[in-house]
Each structure stands twice: as C-alpha cells, then as structure tokens.
C-alpha cells in the first residue's frame, strides 16, 4: 500500500490532522486529549485494515489477470463482498472468458487453415503430377493422334485446376466477408434457365434427359448471381454422378411458407456414411475412386445458406440423389 503515492500522501495528512487534533485536545484537558488519541487511533486502524483488505483483493485479480495474459488454462476470480469490487471482478471476468473464447477461436481457425492449406495443396498436385506425367509422353510420343489426345487431356486438367482455384477464391472471399449480397426479387424460372444453359451441350452428348417443373411465376429474394452459381455447383455434381443415359428432374414449389427447389438425378446416389458430410469443404466420399474436388457443395451451401436460405441432401426413395433447396417467405 505505502507504494501507492496518494495512500502515502492520505497518511501524511491523516497524521498531521491526528497530531493536531490530539495537541488541541491536551489544551482543553488531559481527558480530551486521550480521547482524540483513541478516537483517531482506533479510526487510522479501521481504516488501514479497509484498505489493505482492498488491496489484497486488487492484487489477486491482476495477478489473475497476469496469468491471463500469459495463457493459463484455468482462470478463477472470486466473489467479493464490496459494492465496487464485485463489479469489477464481474467485469474482468467477462473480459477473460470473452478473450478465451476468441483465443480458442483463433486456435481452431489456424488448426483449419494449415488443415485446407494442405487439402489444397493435395488437391492440386493430382492434376499438376498427371500433367507431369502427360509432358513426358509428348516428349517421346511421335504420332500425331496420340500426342492431339493427350494435349486435349492436359487442356482439360488445366481447365479442372482453374475451376478449383476459381472456387477456392469464391469461399475465401465468403469467409472473409467482403461479399455483400444483392437482395432482388428473381424469377426462378429464369434462375434455373440461366444454371442450366452451360451445361446443356454436355447433357445432349452424354444423352442425359432433362425434366423441368418450375413455373413461370414463382419469385424469390436473392443474389441472382451468387444462387445461379450455387445452382451450377448441383447441376454439375448430378451430371458427374449418373453419367451417361441418365434423367435430371428438376421440380419448383411454392407454399404460404417457403420456395422449394429439388433437383433429382437418376445415379446411384449417395453412400450412407457420407450423408452427414456432403457439404464439407474436400469431403469426397468413402469410395477411392470417387471423382471431384469437395468443393463445389461446400460452396453451394455456402451461398445459400448465407441468403438465408437452407439445402439439403439426401438419397431418394426411387433411387438416385435429391438436393432440396428452400428460401422462407
């Protein structure tokens, strides 16, 4: 205590008053002056203990505080009787576990990015060894046909690898929240028209049918962009999955509650293990051979559910995948 100045300076004066009190009081009587010696003793006392019991308990929090700021893992400030303290220790322990939590917050968030820095850097070096590999067999590949068929397949491995860092760009940007969302009524019909037209070509050569139920009145409040490539990004992962000879149906609904949008394939739909992570960032599936980089849904949930919407993913009953994408009224 006697560190702090204006406690020392609170002594001097309470002392100089005592003093001169107690002198004033001989003056008067002998009596006088005892009792402004007891009186002023018995009130320097108190006082003292008053005070070092605050101190002591303002010394336990910053020592608390102390092993804050060096990362303790357990943090205990106790309950105080006075007004004032109770007050600032409810304070400062709110203040900790706030910091806790961002401090645990910030851990997961490294733990994730080292986690995606490495799926990228995996997801990336598959086509960079195949093309690797392809660069070799032009090298000693003297006919013509052979060395058109693998130029066309590094051509389209280059056009995989610009998807994935396209796509990877769109999520960071997501995560970063500097993308800000139009809020424009869209005609679904339209939404569905727009998503599909890149895709119709490979459907017709691959003599995939196309079933679309969607009316022309249906509107719904949204990023016309940002869903159509959300829309694309399940389109894209229908035609992967049934391969040739296959059906697409596409059905809209629209009710007092939400606008629902399905999309059925006619593959083999979805394992049963795999269900809950469909929508993870580089989940690919159970099965070895299982094509994609796990980006697309992640993406698509992304938009979506950031408009305020919900999608979901499931196995349908007459075979096949369905993707359900909803938007509240």
Same mark, same amino acid.
């Not at 992640?298 to 950031?306: D, E, G, N, S, Y």
């Given at each position: 205590?006697?560190?702090?100045?204006? #406690?020392?300076?609170?002594?001097?004066?309470?002392?100089?008053?005592?003093?001169?009190?107690?002198?004033?009081?001989?003056?008067?009587?002998?009596?006088?002056?005892?009792?402004?010696?007891?009186?002023t003793t018995a009130f320097g006392t108190v006082f003292f203990a008053f005070t070092k019991n605050r101190y002591d308990s303002i010394a336990h929090i910053s020592d608390q505080i102390d092993l804050v700021l060096h990362n303790a893992d357990h943090l205990y400030i106790g309950e105080s009787d006075e007004g004032e303290l109770s007050i600032l220790q409810s304070e400062i322990t709110k203040m900790t576990l706030r910091i806790r939590e961002?401090?645990?917050?910030?851990?997961?968030?490294?733990?994730?990015?080292?986690?995606?820095?490495?799926?990228?850097?995996?997801?990336?070096?598959?086509?960079l060894t195949s093309i690797n590999l392809i660069l070799s067999l032009l090298e000693n590949t003297p006919d013509e046909k052979e060395r058109g068929v693998l130029i066309r397949e590094t051509k389209e491995l280059f056009i995989q690898m610009d998807w994935l860092l396209t796509s990877l760009l769109k999520l960071s940007r997501l995560d970063a929240g500097i993308v800000f969302f139009?809020?424009?009524?869209?005609?679904?019909?339209?939404?569905?028209?727009?998503?599909?037209?890149?895709?119709?070509?490979?459907?017709?050569?691959?003599?995939?049918?196309?079933?679309?139920?969607?009316?022309?009145?249906?509107?719904?409040?949204?990023?016309?962009?940002?869903?159509?490539?959300?829309?694309?990004?399940?389109?894209k992962?229908?035609?992967?999955?049934?391969?040739?000879?296959?059906?697409?149906?596409?059905?809209?609904?629209?009710?007092?509650? #939400?606008?629902?949008?399905?999309?059925h394939d006619?593959?083999?739909?979805?394992?049963?293990?795999?269900?809950?992570?469909? #929508?993870?960032r580089f989940y690919r599936g159970k099965n070895a051979g299982a094509t994609?980089?796990?980006?697309?849904?992640?993406?698509?949930?992304?938009?979506?559910?950031?408009?305020?919407?919900t999608i979901t993913a499931k196995n349908h009953p007459l075979g096949g995948a369905i993707f359900a994408i909803r938007f509240p009224k």
């Open positions: 205590m006697l560190r702090n100045r204006e #406690f020392r300076q609170y002594a001097l004066l309470f002392s100089l008053i005592a003093v001169a009190a107690a002198t004033l009081g001989f003056t008067i009587n002998t009596a006088a002056g005892l009792l402004t010696i007891a009186s961002q401090n645990d917050a910030l851990k997961k968030e490294k733990e994730h990015l080292a986690d995606s820095m490495a799926d990228i850097a995996h997801q990336l070096r598959t086509p139009q809020n424009e009524r869209i005609n679904v019909h339209r939404l569905i028209n727009t998503a599909l037209h890149p895709f119709l070509i490979p459907m017709e050569l691959h003599e995939i049918a196309l079933q679309v139920d969607v009316p022309k009145e249906i509107l719904i409040q949204g990023d016309y962009c940002w869903l159509s490539e959300a829309i694309q990004n399940i389109f992962n229908c035609i992967e999955s049934i391969g040739d000879n296959g059906k697409i149906e596409i059905i809209c609904e629209d009710n007092p509650l #939400f606008t629902e949008i399905t999309v006619s593959g083999t739909g979805f394992e049963k293990e795999s269900l809950p992570f469909l #929508f993870e994609g980089y796990g980006i697309g849904l992640a993406l698509c949930k992304t938009i979506i559910t950031r408009q305020g919407g």
